[in-house]
């Protein structure tokens, strides 16, 4: 594990961009996936802006979303759809065929998920996964109790996260129970996995992730055992590690 302290957010997404945009250098055709929330905002912004200032091109990439609520038309606003496309990948000139996007209006979910699991193994696996955390140490939308070896899946979303999430919608009410996310072990396969965080709020998630036990209440624990996982925090969101943690 890597662990990288920014002084702030600006920071923060300044170097979690150059670690997207190295790795789209060396491997153009990369395979990666896309998280939503506010935390990525920043590193999105940086990377449209290389895009449109340096030409870095993300033609050959494929993008996998990382999570969608469930019965949510992706054409609707409060969808992950939709805050992806706008936020990044119209602005860097994706094309259909290059994004994979979980079917949220499918009745038949279980089809629906074996599918994504299936189109993760066709384009070679996951190169690199980008993730948020959750309050409650989830990532994408696996809520504590998650088990470790989960796939893409229908989950039902925790009280904490539909209230955290609120303030994209209009009203809590309006936010949705259930969601399609990958799973745990579809996160884990990846080659490689990139966590961002940011503030106070999530500085007790992120000591937990990092520094706690290995434990399904805390979701984000199992990347401790990932060969290849890097942290990129800013001061705030890391000032409940201990001193003794490796920083770059
Ligand atoms: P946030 O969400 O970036 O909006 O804080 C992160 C998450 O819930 O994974």
Do not use: W
């Not at 929330?37 to 290389?50: A, D, I, K």
């Not at 000591?207 to 996982?229: N, Y």
Request: net charge neutral.
């Amino acid at each position: 594990m890597e662990i990288i302290i920014a002084t702030d957010y600006e920071e923060m997404s300044r170097k979690a961009a150059a670690f997207v945009a190295d790795l789209v250098k060396k491997k153009p055709n990369l395979v990666m996936t896309v998280p939503t929330g506010s935390t990525p905002l920043g590193m999105y912004r940086e990377l449209v802006q290389m895009h449109r200032e340096d030409g870095l091109d993300f033609s050959g990439v494929t993008f996998f979303m990382l999570d969608e609520y469930y019965g949510l038309s992706p054409q609707s606003e409060g969808s992950y759809y939709s805050f992806l496309r706008n936020n990044f990948l119209l602005p860097i000139g994706i094309q259909n065929g290059q994004f994979q996007a979980h079917e949220a209006l499918s009745p038949n979910t279980a089809a629906t998920c074996l599918r994504y699991e299936k189109e993760i193994a066709k384009s070679g696996g996951l190169d690199l996964v980008v993730l948020g955390i959750g309050h409650n140490g989830h990532i994408a939308f696996n809520e504590p109790g998650s088990p470790f070896d989960s796939r893409t899946r229908l989950v039902e979303l925790s009280m904490e996260t539909i209230s955290a999430n609120a303030r994209f919608f209009k009203s809590p009410a309006d936010v949705p129970r259930q969601a399609l996310s990958m799973g745990l072990a579809t996160i884990t396969g990846a080659r490689k996995v990139l966590l961002l965080a940011n503030s106070q709020a999530k500085a007790r998630a992120v000591a937990m992730t990092l520094q706690g036990p290995i434990t399904t209440q805390v979701p984000a624990s199992c990347l401790q055992r990932h060969p290849d996982f890097t942290v990129v925090l800013d001061s705030s969101a890391a000032s409940l590690l201990e001193s003794k943690v490796r920083v770059k």
